[in-house]
């Protein structure tokens, strides 16, 4: 499925797939966040990190009816307030869609996979 955006100049289409990249992109600017997780837990329960090239992988755009869901599966580093982490990510993401694409957001639904020790260097 993709937005379909008319312009004076003509019919812009960006497909779910753009949509959950940018939606990356925002997240990883949010403090706490260590990156995006796998939205298929592997069998023993651990939470597989993502690469910068793989961050839509942990993103799912669902069009429900005429509204816009993201389900966003996010791995936050140890010793951040994960509600607040949550929050920042949800806020960033609506925030940068509506502002680069034009699209509203109605939900941004967050999925902490697993939490990681960030090393300070």
Do not use: F, P
């Not at 502002?99 to 509203?104: D, F, H, R, T």
């Amino acid at each position: 499925m993709t937005l379909d955006v008319s312009t004076n100049y003509g019919q812009v289409e960006v497909s779910n797939e753009v949509i959950a990249t940018i939606a990356g992109v925002a997240a990883m600017d949010c403090y706490g966040l260590v990156g995006m997780a796998s939205r298929s837990q592997l069998k023993d329960g651990i939470a597989e990190l993502l690469g910068r090239e793989n961050w839509s992988k942990g993103i799912e755009v669902k069009n429900v009816e005429d509204d816009m869901e993201i389900d966003m599966y996010i791995v936050v580093g140890y010793g951040t307030k994960i509600s607040e982490v949550a929050h920042n990510v949800q806020s960033k993401v609506k925030y940068t869609l509506d502002q680069m694409v034009g699209l509203k957001v109605n939900r941004v639904n967050i999925y902490v996979q697993g939490v990681r020790l960030v090393s300070e260097e």
